[in-house]
Nanobody, 124 residues
Framework: QVRLDESGGGLVQAGGSLRLSCAAS????????MGWFRQAPGNEREFVAS????????YYADSVKGRFTISRDNAKNTVYLQMNSLKPEDTAVYYC?????????????????WGQGTQVTVSS
């Protein structure tokens, strides 16, 4: 059974930082792009960032560019999201996702697997 388990969410003040982790199990995603999405109350789920299978290319939503960094460790089958300079509008449930297309750069990311999500709350 494939699982994506997120961790690292929590409550932080505006301007603070958090690092989310997503550990995959049940299969390797070393040849697949992975990404992060988020969903705030009353809003649709939205793309945050994606990373190529090799880790060499990353894509970001305009709202997080320059503040968030996505990275991965294929040996650990894990993807990370470093979030700096957090704002109250970053408050959401953050979801890890993975594709099944092989060797994709992460552009036009389409999730085939989802994690359960981790809550991030940024207070003003």
């Amino acid at each position: 059974q494939v699982r994506l388990d997120e961790s690292g969410g929590g409550l932080v003040q505006a301007g603070g930082s958090l690092r989310l982790s997503c550990a995959a199990s049940g299969r390797s995603f070393s040849t697949n792009a992975m990404g992060w999405f988020r969903q705030a109350p009353g809003n649709e789920r939205e793309f945050v960032a994606s990373i190529a299978w090799s880790g060499r290319l990353q894509y970001y939503a305009d709202s997080v560019k320059g503040r968030f960094t996505i990275s991965r460790d294929n040996a650990k089958n894990t993807v990370y999201l470093q979030m700096n300079s957090l704002k109250p509008e970053d408050t959401a449930v953050y979801y890890c996702a993975a594709e099944t297309r092989n060797y994709n750069t992460g552009s036009g990311f389409k999730a085939d697997y989802w994690g359960q999500g981790t809550q991030v709350t940024v207070s003003s």
